[in-house]
């Protein structure tokens, strides 16, 4: 069996623990004071078989117990008569894998009754069964008062989670000014985490409306401390919420920072190769310019050496200092062309 706890309590104090879930629902008609008593049954990844028995023996509505079988369902609140059901994201930080969790926590609230269901080992829900167990006077508001204390666990396991996520951030802004080439993808990923995280915590809004409207029709002294409690809670996730947004919002700026120290680095690169390709051509401009000028008299002298017997000049007394003369002035006219011209 899935389940982790299974207590009556009367008074806001453990006053049974039924072997069973069918003893949970006799004993509990059995309480001399039934207005003032109610079980609390906890269960961590039921199957299908297991949670529609529960239904069956609470006759819970279908559409939720269908929820609940499926699983992965925003947070939610819902009326279902006298019952509600309500669903819940908490979430965690991994930090050897720097991710976020989100997990999911289902609760039918009831007159006399409230079962939560867990489909992930996080959160701890005995701590939060611990914790109401030593405050009878806040477990005597019946079920509201395990709902108060489940949403108090979540929210406040929020902050380990937005203390991962602004480490992380600072982490992605080192690595944007410090040239990382995988930070575009870390930033989208940390993008998504925190835009998940975000539909995790935003309907809490809503529900915290729904649950102070629904407090006000009781108007006892004691929901009045509850109603206290759940506003302090509120005020908890509105401040998560602005946080999320504000990370949301640093984090575009991140992007398009990034986008645009990425863009300078390309242009300074493609400057950096303009330039080294004027350089190279200016080389090959010098290399090219010698080359022709050093062609002239080789071609001349070239031809000269051939030593046929009849060649023009080849037999002439000054034919040697012309040829000389000749490679000079068509070595010096080269090297004045190019010169004028910037390749010397």
């Known amino acids: 069996m899935s389940v982790i706890d299974n207590a009556i309590y009367i008074d806001g104090k453990r006053a049974a623990v039924p072997t069973s879930l069918d003893h949970t629902f006799e004993e509990l008609r059995q309480c001399p004071d039934q207005g003032r008593s109610f079980c609390w049954i906890g269960l961590l990844r039921p199957s299908q078989h297991e949670i529609e ?38 979430a965690r930080y991994v930090d050897p894998v720097e991710v976020v969790e989100i997990g999911e926590v289902h609760l039918f609230l009831g007159p006399d009754f409230v079962i939560t269901v867990r ?11 611990k914790r109401l ?7 005597d508001n019946g079920p509201y008062s395990v709902l108060y204390a489940v949403l108090d666990k979540i929210v406040d396991d929020y902050s380990p989670v937005l203390d991962g996520l602004q480490d992380d951030i600072d982490g992605i802004e080192v690595q944007v000014f410090g040239g ?52 302090d809670v509120a005020d908890h996730a509105t401040r998560v919420m602005e946080r999320i947004e504000a990370f949301r919002q640093l984090l575009s700026s991140i992007l398009q920072v990034n986008a645009a120290l990425v863009a300078q680095r390309q242009n300074e690169e493609m400057a950096r190769m303009t330039e080294a390709g004027y350089l190279q051509n200016e080389q090959v401009k010098r290399i090219s ?39 000079l002035l068509l070595g010096l006219g080269l090297y004045a ?7 010397l």
């Open 53 to 90: 028995a529960v239904a069956e023996e609470f006759s819970l509505h279908g559409l939720a117990v269908e929820d609940t079988i499926n699983a992965h369902q925003r947070p939610k609140l819902e009326r279902y008569g006298d019952v509600l059901f309500v669903v819940l994201r908490p």
């Open 119 to 129: 489909h992930a080992e996080e959160p701890d829900l005995a701590e939060v069964r």
């Open 133 to 139: 167990e030593s405050d009878p006077a806040l477990l």
């Open 180 to 231: 990382d080439p995988g930070v575009s993808k870390r930033i989208y990923q940390l993008s998504r985490e925190v835009i998940e995280f975000q539909r995790a915590v935003e309907p809490l809004r809503d529900i915290f409306i729904e649950l102070r409207d629904r407090l006000k029709e009781h108007a006892s002294e004691s929901d009045l401390e509850l109603r206290r409690a759940l506003r």
């Open 289 to 327: 310019s010698w080359a022709a000028i050093l062609f002239a008299p080789t071609l001349v002298a070239s031809i000269y050496g051939m030593n046929f017997t009849h060649m023009p000049e080849l037999s002439w007394r000054f034919g040697y200092p012309y040829a000389l003369v000749l490679m």
């Open 337 to 343: 062309i190019f010169k004028r011209r910037g390749w």
